[in-house]
């Protein structure tokens, strides 16, 4: 069963609360505060695991919660911090958030860690609000919530070269004789059900990943047969090398199936359309008519591709495809990696699609939303860049204006979660 698309819940782990306690001892009947903190909550962080292949593990697990951070206790003592909790991806998928579509991570590197839903705060021990005016302090703070996302996971797959072309066309017959890879080969539709990746050396220390891919058929770009899970993974490769059966043995028409092809690849992305391609006229050995074989080669060149004539069953060539192949590799960009919304955009597409309310609570303005413990969670409040981003989240989500429409004055207390701070304009 191939899986390449994937939706998770998360929860990362709340902070632990913080310990309202006073020391008592033997010659300190009436001691200072000495509650302790409570200890950070868990992360959930996806790492790159190579022994993956697709993601059919997360069809039958999908809700991921981390361990809430431990209690604080008396005479100073930390709770324990929960451990992160880690879950594999395969190499190559691209992690988005659901509810703004912003991506949060390409998972593409071979050793990747990334921290999807970061852990809550450790809430602080009444140790920490002890004053000159307030000595016995009778409160501590709760731990902030760990942030909470669902997310999808998208594999495409990463290779060099995409193998494309009608199913039977020889792609897989092609990559079995050309690389370690041994994908299943058999007369019928979609024979290869799962992107199948083999690495083709040309030389000392020159090689290349081929991907042989399922095969498209018409339509394909609206999700027919395996549309959609096919095109998802040719979007990564540099090279496409199109593979036609040119001996038509299924009683198709070559320059049609060539046609169709780049005609769906185009009606799923134009930049698809625009990649470097290279046309395999496959299954030369078994031409009837060379006249037509002659004809196709014709208008592909005309059509302004290169053309290769080969057999993949024979060997007929092959090498000089490889090499050219190969070559051309050399020209071209590194593959496509995605890169992830910042945490300052992420948080402002939150603020934009959550609403939130502004009330008065004997005199502390409260703000209130689903996307309050998003921010809370994500913010370090001892770090000032953290605080900037945090403040003008506030500002352009509104809730600056909204303060105002209440009545808040500077120095007044606005407190949002469980952070509580003096408003300056």
Known sequence: MFIDLAEIYLKAGDGGPGKVSFLRAKYIPNGGPDGGDGGDGGSIILEVDL??????????????????????????????????????????????????????????????????????????????????????????????????????????TLADVGLVGYPNAGKSTLISAVSAAKPKIANYPFTTLTPVLGIVSVGPGESFAMADIPGLIEGAHDGVG??????????????????????????RDALEDFRIINRELSLH???????????????????GDEGKLEKFVHFVKESGY?????????????????????DLLKELPEITIYEAASPAALLEAHVKESPFTVRNENGVYVVEGPWVKRIIGSINLSDRESLQYFQRVMKTGGIIDALEAKGVKDGDTVRVGEVEFDFLH
């Open 51 to 156: 022994g993956l292949r697709t993601l059919v593990d997360f069809r039958y697990k999908r809700k991921y919660v981390a361990d809430q951070g431990g209690k604080g206790d008396g005479r100073q003592m930390s709770g324990r911090d929960a451990k992160d909790l880690i879950v594999k991806v395969p190499r190559g998928t691209i992690v988005r958030d659901k509810s703004s579509g912003l991506i949060l991570a390409d998972m593409s590197g071979e050793t990747q860690r990334e921290v999807i839903a970061r852990g809550g705060k450790g809430g602080w021990g009444n140790q920490h609000f002890a004053t000159p005016t307030r000595q016995i302090p009778n409160f501590a703070h709760p731990g902030t919530s760990g942030v909470e996302r669902t997310v999808v996971l998208e594999l495409k």
């Open 226 to 251: 395996l549309g959609h899970a096919f095109l998802r993974h040719v979007e990564r490769t540099r090279l496409l090398l199109h593979v036609v059966d040119v001996a038509e043995t299924d009683g």
């Open 269 to 287: 992305d134009v930049n698809l359309a625009e990649r470097p391609q290279i046309v395999v006229a496959n299954k030369a050995d078994a031409v």
């Open 306 to 326: 290169e053309v290769f004539v080969i057999s993949a069953v024979t060997g007929e060539g092959v090498k000089p495809l490889l090499r050219r192949t190969a």
